[in-house]
Nanobody, 122 residues
């Protein structure tokens, strides 16, 4: 099982980015996929997940209405569209899998990607 996150970068407040999580070694209907983030000096925070069975999403309150998670089963890729970005969204973003449930409890995820840095600054 491998995951590779990409798409991070520098964006101004109010801007948008789309992160991608390319997976291999399993299919997206086998495990749920979650996005986490960790800002400097802060604990890891769950952002969003997408359920393996039907693709239903779940969002943390801090990103609800601004972020959208989706998947392309044919490409084995999960996306995180981030709009209306705020400086508080600055963090390294990780995708993770290994959980059957769509949950933002990090301990339930076995496999992690390497992370991609998102910086929101003017």
């Amino acid at each position: 099982v491998q995951l590779q996150a990409s798409g991070g970068g520098l964006v101004q407040p109010g801007g948008s980015l789309r992160l991608s999580c390319s997976v291999s070694g399993f299919t997206l209907d086998q495990y749920s996929i979650a996005w986490f983030r960790q800002a400097p000096g802060k604990e890891r925070e769950g952002v969003s997940c997408i359920r393996r069975t039907d693709g239903n999403p779940y969002y943390a309150d801090s990103v609800k209405g601004r972020f959208t998670v989706s998947r392309d089963n044919a490409k084995n890729t999960v996306y995180l569209q981030m709009n209306s970005l705020e400086p508080e969204d600055t963090a390294v973003y990780y995708c993770a899998t290994g959980s059957y449930s769509c949950t933002l409890i990090s301990q339930l995820y076995t496999y992690w990607g390497q992370g991609t840095l998102v910086t929101v600054s003017s």
